[in-house]
């Protein structure tokens, strides 16, 4: 299982404003009912099948399409690691359990 952080940012838009394109590539991602997401202030972080996930970003990207955007940057970061299946919650939970450590 992979953890992604994908942000998609749309150029040429006419606007500094990209809540509505989030929201439109939010909505491609509940049609994916084996991927697990979350909406964080700068990307969205994805875990699931590395392929499903590339799917999913090439299906938000067509999402956007569909709306006039005739441009993306986007970037992606994976986290996939094999020896260990892990979630995102429990990556969280390991630095936070450091933290408590003296």
């Given at each position: ?5 994908v ?7 006419g606007s ?19 991927l697990r997401f ?7 972080n994805?875990?699931g ?5 590339f799917?999913a970003i090439?299906?938000?990207h ?7 955007v ?7 970061k ?5 020896d260990?299946e892990h ?7 390991v ?6 450590e003296?």
């Open positions: 299982m992979a953890i992604v952080a942000s998609i940012v749309p150029v040429g838009t500094t404003s990209v809540s509505a394109y989030v929201a439109e590539a939010q909505k491609v991602l509940t049609r994916y009912p084996n979350r909406l964080d202030p700068m990307f969205t994805i875990e099948d590395l392929r499903e996930i799917a090439a299906d938000m067509d999402a956007l399409a569909k709306q006039g005739q441009r993306f940057s986007t970037v992606v994976i986290d996939d690691r094999r260990h979630t995102m919650e429990e990556k969280v939970a630095v936070e359990a450091k933290l408590r003296k």
